[in-house]
Structures are given as structure tokens and as C-alpha cells.
């Protein structure tokens, strides 16, 4: 687990990202995991099922005077949600350094922290927590990385503290498993990240195995890449700057364009899926 310090001038009402600040900003398009494709080309929201679900989500997860460990923070858009709660204290773990120089000003707002940690290992005490909240982390993830990071949240998490999660999921929970191989194949491709989804009843089971009891489950569709659910997203000011950097970047856009075709060719079978599940002991 680091600790940074940090410069960036930011705060929960003044969140400006500049390109440098973005992670992978020193690759080229093709060789970029999908979602910071997504991050340079001015999106927020990293995850399936939009700030929708995220907002759902956390209307059954109390945060107010709560201990909350956010998981993968990303570009910061639900940090903000939860410091506007008013926990009794934040903090991020995120792998990726660039995400703890963003976030780390945030949490400080509020005296909270950002580290830089495997959200396997955040090596953060036992118990330390009231709530944990993981978006858009779980699902590229192999089986086991997935149960490594449920089995730290549990450890994190008091008796009876709440864990939150919004991922990919597939439906029917009786899709065919050659038909799960295909989509998870696709995925891997064009987002350069290992995109495991699971349906709702896998994800269940694996929350369940790992010592939880699902609370509420919620489903938006995986709108990522359509227009409505970016000007939903990103507002009207960030719809147009995505629209104008997908016309002035030709690599970004072909990036965009082929995952876009792989979530319209599955576009039946992805969901959005959130969980809150209990630590049941
Ligand atoms: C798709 S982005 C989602 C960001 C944000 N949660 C959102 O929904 O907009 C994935 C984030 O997960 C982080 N991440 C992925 N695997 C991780 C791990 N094992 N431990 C900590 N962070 C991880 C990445 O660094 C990145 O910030």
C-alpha cells in the first residue's frame, strides 16, 4: 500500500482532468484498455450501468456517518457521490498511480486518503470499514482475482457492514457457456482488458460463497457507447466534447467503433448489474 502526496488543484466541485493527468496517457490508441480509450475522449462514467445505477445502488447502501472504502475510484465521479454523503471517513484504493494523484485531493477535501493498492491487498486494518464500494473493477478480473477481492472487502468490512458492487453482467442466467466464451472473447479483444461478466445468478453465488448476503440486486442496460445514456452520464457540455474529440482523434474513434460493434452484437445478452450485499458474519 503507497501513500501520494499530490499538487492537482481539485476539489468535489471542481473536478478538471487534464489529458496528462489520465492513465496510459503515454500509449497509443491501440494499445490502451478500453475504458481510458473512453477517459481521453472525455467521458467520466466508466462503468456499464451509467451514474444511474451507481445512484441506485447507493440508495440502498446508507453512507452518511459511515467508514466507506471505495475500490477503483477511477476518474472520481462516484468519490464525489460519496463524499457528498457525509461519511465519517473515506478512502480510495486504486492500483493505478495516476488514479490515486486524482482522487487523492478528494479524499483530502474531506480528510480522507487515496492508496495505491491491489484491491486484493490494501493492507488497510480488519474491520475498518462500514462500507465498501467497487464499480467497473470486478468483472476484468479472472475467477480468482474476483474472489480476492470480495474475500478483502469481507476482511475490510465489520459484521454487518454493506459491500456495493456494479458490474457486467450476461443474461439469461441459462446462457449457453459457448455463447459466454464468445462474448468474454470479443470483450478481450477490443478492450484490451480481460472482461469477464458473470449472470446474475454467478454473481450472487460468488457473494454468497465468499461469506455475503445479497440485499438488492439492480439491472440497467449496457448503454455505455450510446448517446443518451453519454449526454445522462456527462451532461451536455460533456456529450459535445466527446463528440468533438471523437471527429479530431481518427485512433481513438476506430478503438471506439469496434467495441462499440462488439457491445451492439452482444447488446442482448450485457447488462449493467449492482449488488449490496451484507457481511452476514
Ligand atoms: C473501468 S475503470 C472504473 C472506474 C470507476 N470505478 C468507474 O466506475 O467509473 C476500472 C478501475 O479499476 C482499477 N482497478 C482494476 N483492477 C484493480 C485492482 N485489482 N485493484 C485496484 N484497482 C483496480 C483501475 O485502475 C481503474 O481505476
Known amino acids: ?38 477517459a481521453r475522449l472525455g467521458k467520466r462514467v466508466l462503468r456499464p450501468g451509467g451514474e444511474k445505477l451507481t445512484k441506485r445502488m447507493l440508495a ?43 482522487i487523492t485531493p478528494l479524499a483530502k477535501s474531506v480528510g480522507g486518503r487515496c492508496v495505491e493498492a491491489d484491491a486484493a491487498h490494501t493492507g488497510l486494518p480488519d474491520g475498518s470499514a462500514d462500507v ?18 470480495i474475500g478483502e472487502a469481507h476482511r475490510l468490512l465489520k459484521p454487518g457492514g454493506l459491500y456495493a458492487i456494479h458490474e457486467m453482467g450476461l443474461a439469461p442466467d441459462d446462457l449457453a457457456d459457448t455463447v459466454k466464451d464468445a462474448i468474454r472473447r470479443d470483450l478481450a479483444q477490443t478492450i484490451r482488458v480481460n472482461a469477464r461478466p458473470l449472470t446474475a445468478a454467478e454473481w450472487r453465488e460468488l457473494l454468497e ?14 448503454a455505455l457507447l450510446k448517446p443518451r445514456r453519454n449526454l445522462a452520464d456527462e451532461g451536455v457540455l ?15 474513434r476506430a478503438r471506439v467503433l469496434r467495441m462499440r460493434r462488439v457491445f451492439n452484437t452482444h447488446g442482448d445478452q450485457l447488462t449493467g448489474i449492482a449488488f449490496v450485499a451484507r457481511r452476514r458474519d
Open 60 to 102: 440502498h447502501a446508507p453512507l452518511a456517518g459511515k467508514r466507506v472504502v471505495e475500490f477503483a475510484p477511477g476518474l472520481g465521479r462516484t468519490t464525489r457521490l460519496i463524499l457528498d454523503a457525509a461519511p465519517a471517513g473515506y478512502t480510495g484504493v486504486d492500483r493505478d498511480p495516476q488514479v490515486v494523484d486524482i
Open 132 to 149: 465498501v464500494v467497487g464499480e467497473a473493477m470486478l468483472t476484468m478480473q479472472s475467477e480468482r482475482g474476483k474472489r480476492a477481492i
Open 1 to 38: 500500500m503507497t501513500e501520494r502526496n499530490t499538487t492537482t488543484d481539485q476539489t468535489t466541485t471542481t473536478p478538471t482532468i487534464t489529458d496528462a493527468q489520465l492513465p496510459q496517457a503515454d500509449r497509443d490508441a491501440e494499445h490502451m484498455q478500453g475504458h481510458w480509450v473512453l
Open 209 to 222: 460463497s465468499e461469506g455475503f448476503e445479497v440485499l438488492w440486486t439492480g439491472v440497467e442496460p449496457m
Open 238 to 252: 460533456g456529450a459535445l466534447r466527446i463528440m468533438r474529440n471523437l471527429l479530431t482523434h481518427p485512433d481513438l
